[in-house]
């Protein structure tokens, strides 16, 4: 039974690597031979962007079944030391895509550090409490880079809570400018970093799940007090889980922002977090073949809707709705069991007739 379910899963992960990968070459080569329309390339990163932000989501919310309310708020971490780490170097690091590659891994350890501060006290809470507590603390991290000014001058860098605070020397630049965020930032984020980025988030997170690590997990959400009772460290392994969510939401923020010319911090709000999590239960709790579905499906439809203007969001709203009684539906679980069923059965007589010939 242990062998049959290693070997479902392998199956698993290689039919998701083999997805992300054959859809990245069809995209990019459509984009090359000049295929896709413009505002479809650039639907490209953010989808990738989301893709990586509901996967890592899924490591909290579906394999170690905590209600995180606050992922935005890391993404948003990533996102604002991605745009002062790109502006530090602009002038220093020629190379775009090392200056991206560092300006994400900054984001993410420094997303995994907030992830590290907010998870020792709040992953000790349950259910309900937990979702409260990491809301509030997404919307402090909002806020602390709302009113975040950062300034770059000959005497090096200058960080304030205020304008006044911050005196620039004569050819200084403003890099964050409090509640209007970063503006004027060099858009280096491409789309082959994106794909490597998924690629890197899918290697974390599905070997993190079928690590031991990942079996303690799925025991402490199955059952926290038997996992307890046979020594497994639950905040430890919860808090694991969520820093590496945090870690890889802050890479995924640092792309995102460093992808537009512009961003503030009203981008990462509860709004957000509640799209993180949408993502994740209409694709499956725990199921990151689905998560990267429908991310891809949920952020295409409001986005190809929008020359209905005032309905789009009403029609989305519908499909959510649609989504979500189809997907939970009994009778569309045992529809999909006997189709199983029945595949199965033809290949096994297709076995059947060929060893028979065979013999």
Request: net charge positive; aromatic share 10%; charged share 10%.
């Given at each position: 039974m242990r062998i049959k379910n290693d070997r479902k899963t392998q199956l698993t992960n290689f039919?998701?690597?083999?997805?992300?990968?054959?859809?990245?070459?069809?995209?990019?080569?459509?984009s090359e031979g000049k295929m896709l329309t413009k505002s479809m390339q650039g639907y490209l990163i953010p989808i990738c962007v989301y893709i990586v932000l509901a996967v890592s989501l899924n490591l909290v919310v579906g394999i170690s079944g905590e209600?995180?309310?606050?992922?935005?708020?890391?993404?948003?971490?990533?996102?604002?030391?991605?745009?002062?780490?790109?502006?530090?170097?602009?002038?220093?690091?020629?190379?775009?895509?090392?200056?991206?590659?560092?300006?994400?891994?900054?984001?993410?350890?420094?997303?995994?550090?907030?992830?590290?501060?907010?998870?020792?006290?709040?992953?000790?809470?349950?259910?309900d409490y937990l979702a409260i507590v990491t809301l509030a603390f997404g919307e402090i991290l909002k806020n602390i880079f709302g009113n975040l000014y950062v300034g770059k001058d000959i005497n090096g860098i200058q960080f304030a809570f205020s304008s006044e605070a911050i005196?620039?020397?004569?050819?200084?630049?403003?890099?964050?400018?409090?509640?209007?965020?970063?503006?004027?930032?060099?858009?280096?984020?491409?789309?082959?970093?994106?794909?490597?980025?998924?690629?890197?988030?899918?290697?974390?997170?599905?070997?993190?799940?079928?690590?031991?690590?990942?079996r303690a997990i799925k025991a402490i959400r199955d059952n926290r007090i038997a996992a307890e009772s046979v020594g497994i460290n639950v905040t430890a392994f919860k808090?694991?889980?969520?820093?590496?969510?945090?870690?890889?939401?802050?890479?995924?923020?640092?792309?995102?922002?460093?992808?537009?010319?512009?961003?503030?911090?009203?981008?990462?709000?509860?709004?957000?977090?509640?799209?993180?999590?949408?993502?994740?239960?209409?694709?499956?709790?725990?199921?990151?073949?689905?998560?990267?579905?429908?991310?891809?499906?949920?952020?295409?439809?409001?986005?190809?809707?929008?020359?209905?203007?005032?309905?789009?969001?009403?029609?989305?709203?519908?499909?959510?709705?649609?989504v979500m009684l189809v997907t939970w539906s009994p009778k569309v679980k045992q529809m999909i069991q006997v189709v199983q069923v029945r595949i199965k059965d033809l290949f096994k007589k297709k076995d059947k007739k060929g060893g028979s010939v065979n013999g």
């Open positions: 039919l998701t690597y083999a997805l992300v990968i054959v859809a990245f070459v069809i995209l990019q080569y459509m209600l995180s309310l606050g992922h935005a708020g890391f993404m948003g971490v990533g996102a604002f030391t991605g745009v002062i780490i790109a502006g530090i170097f602009r002038d220093t690091i020629d190379n775009e895509i090392l200056r991206l590659a560092l300006s994400m891994v900054c984001g993410g350890v420094l997303a995994g550090v907030a992830g590290f501060v907010v998870g020792i006290p709040v992953l000790r809470l349950r259910g005196k620039l020397a004569e050819g200084g630049k403003m890099i964050l400018k409090g509640p209007m965020g970063a503006a004027g930032i060099k858009k280096i984020a491409t789309f082959p970093v994106a794909f490597v980025l998924i690629l890197i988030t899918l290697f974390v997170v599905l070997n993190l799940i079928n690590s031991k690590e990942g808090l694991k889980a969520f820093v590496t969510s945090a870690f890889l939401a802050g890479m995924a923020g640092a792309l995102f922002a460093l992808n537009y010319s512009s961003v503030n911090a009203s981008q990462f709000n509860f709004n957000t977090s509640i799209n993180i999590l949408v993502f994740v239960v209409l694709g499956g709790m725990g199921n990151i073949l689905g998560s990267i579905i429908s991310t891809t499906v949920l952020y295409l439809v409001p986005e190809l809707l929008r020359e209905l203007q005032d309905y789009r969001m009403i029609i989305y709203a519908i499909v959510l709705i649609v």
